[in-house]
């Protein structure tokens, strides 16, 4: 059993930035993908971003693309999500997510390529 420990959400003014964490309770090693969701009230969970390890590809949503930005800390086996020029309707719960093991799934934009989630931590930006 994995447990994701989220960390970082609050609320800030629109175009301030936030980072979110997630912790891992296990050690990374081997294969692995990490991802980043995130749901507004009312709406279905949309994809933000995600890492595929080894080789460190990054995958981002166009709504984020060139704001928000995704990395990984093996050491310390957690996981960023750095928010920069936030806008009011990045308003949302956001989760982060990891699959491990030697299977690599190919579309990572897909909530069931994931099989362990953090709680999620609520980010709001004001305007």
């Known amino acids: 059993q994995v447990q994701l420990v989220e960390s970082g959400g609050g609320l800030v003014q629109a175009g301030g930035s936030l980072r979110l964490s997630c912790a891992a309770s296990?050690?990374?090693?081997?294969?692995?993908?990490m991802g980043w969701f995130r749901q507004a009230p009312g709406k279905e969970r949309e994809f933000v971003a995600a890492l595929r390890w080894p080789g460190a590809s990054t995958y981002y949503a166009d709504s984020v693309k060139g704001r928000f930005s995704i990395a990984r800390d093996n050491a310390k086996n957690t996981a960023y999500l750095q928010l920069n020029s936030l806008k009011p309707e990045d308003t949302a719960v956001y989760y982060c997510a990891a699959k491990y093991g030697f299977y690599s799934p190919p579309n990572l934009s897909l909530s069931a390529s994931y099989d362990y989630w953090g709680q999620g931590a609520q980010v709001t930006v004001s305007s």
């Open positions: 296990r050690r990374t090693f081997g294969n692995y993908v």
